[in-house]
């Protein structure tokens, strides 16, 4: 008769030690520094870090539908899971020469909210870089859209893309050209 009493007493101390421990592990997990992962990606001669919370889908390049009277950085539309995604040379809009399409290259949705989204054309994802692997750049502070400037264990430069305030940018979201 004591036998089940002693077996209860003993499953309610491991629920306890389970549930304090649990509560430490949360504590102590709140007081980590977050990791800051980035989404590599080369556009035309730059690397670009997109901040991987912000950034969605990579798809396949294909050709997209010009839309006339457009700015010329705008390249047109293509159509991604049943929705239309505006497709950016953002080279171009960076004011540099046309991002170089080869094998590989893909379209890298910015933003996961699809009402927000719009495309770069990307010559090359690189795949996966953490802040930790970086080290931050002397020299400019971060502007508008344009981040904080990184340098990897290459010595390759590497800056953030500030994915909300570049789609709230009004250059960006004038992509029709004025017609004189």
């Not at 839309?67 to 171009?92: C, K, S």
């Amino acid at each position: 008769m004591n036998a089940p009493r002693q077996d209860l007493r003993a499953r309610q101390t491991r629920l306890q030690d389970y549930q304090a421990m649990l509560a430490r592990r949360l504590r102590d997990a709140r007081n980590l520094p977050a990791v800051d992962s980035y989404l590599g990606v080369v556009v035309g001669q730059r690397n670009w870090l997109l901040p991987l919370l912000e950034t969605g889908e990579v798809i396949e390049m294909r050709q997209p539908a010009g839309v006339p009277l457009t700015q010329p950085w705008y390249r047109g539309l293509v159509n991604a899971r049943g929705n239309l995604l505006g497709v950016i040379d953002f080279a171009m809009f960076c004011g540099d020469g046309p991002t170089p399409v080869q094998p590989g290259s893909k379209i890298v949705v910015l933003s996961r909210h699809v009402e927000r989204a719009c495309g770069i054309i990307a010559t090359r994802v690189l795949g996966l870089r953490h802040a930790v692997d970086l080290t931050p750049a002397q020299g400019d502070e971060p502007e508008g859209w344009q981040g904080l400037r990184f340098a990897d264990k290459e010595g390759r430069g590497w800056q953030v893309l500030d994915i909300g305030q570049l789609l709230a940018s009004p250059a960006f979201l004038q992509a029709g050209r004025t017609v004189a």
